[in-house]
Nanobody
């Protein structure tokens, strides 16, 4: 079994910054793809940023230049540094990862979600 635990959400004023963290735990051999998605009220969940195990990062157009995704493979943790936050960034942010488990299977896991609210 694999769990993803997120932290770092909260309320911030426009122009402010937040850093989200997501740690994977359980019967993990290797973590591959890791990404952050978000879902605002009344909207579909969208990919915000992703980082493969050994490849280049990818960002939604709306966050380029403001958000930075990174990972610490030793800790099976992915981060999302969010700067210059805007009210339209308000959403529940979800961590996603594809994990190769000790059972010899690939497992796609989601975090529980963390609320980010950008408001004055």
């Amino acid at each position: 079994q694999v769990q993803l635990v997120e932290s770092g959400g909260g309320l911030v004023q426009p122009g402010g910054s937040l850093r989200l963290s997501c740690a994977a735990s359980g019967s993990i051999v290797r973590v591959g793809f890791m990404g952050w998605y978000r879902q605002a009220p009344g909207k579909q969940r969208e990919l915000v940023a992703s980082i493969p195990a050994g490849g280049s990062t990818n960002y939604a157009d709306s966050v380029v230049g403001r958000f930075t995704i990174s990972r610490d493979n030793a800790k099976n943790t992915v981060y999302l540094q969010m700067n210059s936050l805007k009210p339209e960034d308000t959403a529940v942010y979800y961590c996603n990862a594809v994990v190769f488990t000790q059972a010899g299977t690939f497992h796609g896991a989601w975090g529980q979600g963390t609320q980010v609210t950008v408001s004055s």
